[in-house]
């Protein structure tokens, strides 16, 4: 077994034969003619080359690549997005390609429907405020009559109470001394009229005066009996009667003006509470409907869109999957919110965008060199990049092949060769996965497979011979041979005839 050298990344698997054949045709398709068995002829070296169909096998080195296809995009850019909800048809947009300026018009937005809503809500607006300070006036004044009604139902309470006051402090004491001195008056009047009647008697029996000025006597005396007596009744009725009664009415008074005032403030509370729930109500409304107003005003000045940043125009349709393609971006158009109408990358950086199969994405790795052919400068020499990301998720390959799983991988172009390229040009990459040193190996194309065999038909003479080998790491043109042949065999390069092949 010859020794050789490999750098690849850790864990790299080996790439399927079957895979690189087809991969190594397409290589070198354009460069294989057959020559006359045993000619001359150029080749990528001369020591290992007899001619355009033999390979003389000899150690070499050589790199492992990974082959994506893709297209550029800026590293940086910025996406131009329909801020409009709903579904709204573009009026004017600016040609692609152009470059333009921070604040130019990028594109115009139906705006019709919207500027009809924003008046509509203006006219609400409006009649949400009158609505409003209706209710804040309605509220205060309801305050003022509340305020006035407790003050006033505060007053008469007052004015009871004084009443109940005046009355305990003045009124009863002062008819108590009135009812006592009539009392003591008719008592007085009464033993001055008995005297007056036994003094009438014994004048009488002396004869001194007359039976009718002793009558008059006793008739004073009965009537001062009888005030005497009426003077006891009226105390009486008075402390019985008319003191409850009057006591009752003034309590009874404070009672109900004290009712009456919790009654008042309890309406009071009511009523402004009433009116505050209104006001709070009211107040929602004229918000949510100047917040409306403001969305709608923010949605009409939304339809026309201004450049954020200086950039190249590009629209969202124009790259990406080719499905997108189906329905461009261009006046009429309809497109919905948070839909990318256009795209202003900077084009001073520039990365090539390419897909690698599962099956690869193990050997890729970022700060990998990468050899980058761009389509559209077909002729001029490939650019050498750096691969900067590779994604973490698969990507949706469609309904077409759903079982197809390749990943994003970026690659980093050389800034001074940026300038001239665009957004989406197609380009194909070939990324630096390892590298095989002082190994014996063959084009390619000059392995064969059939079933888990593989094999090369190595030159006796002007006849071959089937000669299986074991293959090692393949780049796109050459795999390695770890059994099977030796330094300086002939390997065929092409299809032997069935003549030429030795049996047994």
Known sequence: MNQKSVHHPKGMATITIAALLVAGLIVVAGVWAFWPSGGSGSGDDASSVEGAQWYRVAERSF????????????????????????????????????????????????????????????????????DMTSAEQELEIERNESASNIRDA???????????????AGEVLQKRRELKLALEKAERRVTRAKEDLEDSRMLYEEKFISYSELDGNIVEEIEAEAALETAKLDIEVYETYSFTRDKTQKETAVIQARESLELTKRNAERSISRDQATLVSRQRRHRMRSERLSELETQLAATTITAPEAGLVVYSTSIGPRWRRDNPIREGREVHQRETILLLPDTRSMVASVKVHEAELSKIQPGQSATITINATEGDA????????????????????????????????????????????????????????????????????????????????????RQPVQIGEASETYVEIDEGLAADDRVLLRQPEPGEIIQG
């Open 63 to 130: 790199p492992l690549t990974v082959v994506a296809m893709g297209e550029l995009q800026a590293s940086d850019q910025t996406e131009v997005v329909s801020e409009v909800e709903g579904r709204v048809a573009i009026v004017e947009i600016v040609e692609e390609g152009t470059f333009v300026e921070r604040g130019d018009v990028l594109v115009v937005l139906e705006s019709s429907q919207i500027a009809e809503k924003v008046e509509q809500e203006r006219l609400s607006v409006e009649q949400a405020l009158i």
């Open 154 to 168: 505060e007053v008469k309470l007052e004015l009871a109470e004084l009443d109940l006051a005046k009355w305990e």
């Open 382 to 465: 490939p650019l050498q990049g750096e691969v900067l990301t590779v994604a973490v998720m698969a990507e949706d390959s469609g309904w077409l092949n759903p079982n197809l799983r390749e990943y994003r991988v970026r690659i980093e172009l050389p800034a001074d060769k940026a300038v001239d390229l665009k957004p989406g040009m197609r380009a194909s990459a070939e990324i630096e996965v390892g590298y095989v040193e002082d190994a014996l190996a063959v084009p390619l194309h000059a392995v064969h497979t059939e079933g888990e065999e593989r094999f090369v038909y190595v030159g006796e003479g002007r006849m071959v011979r």
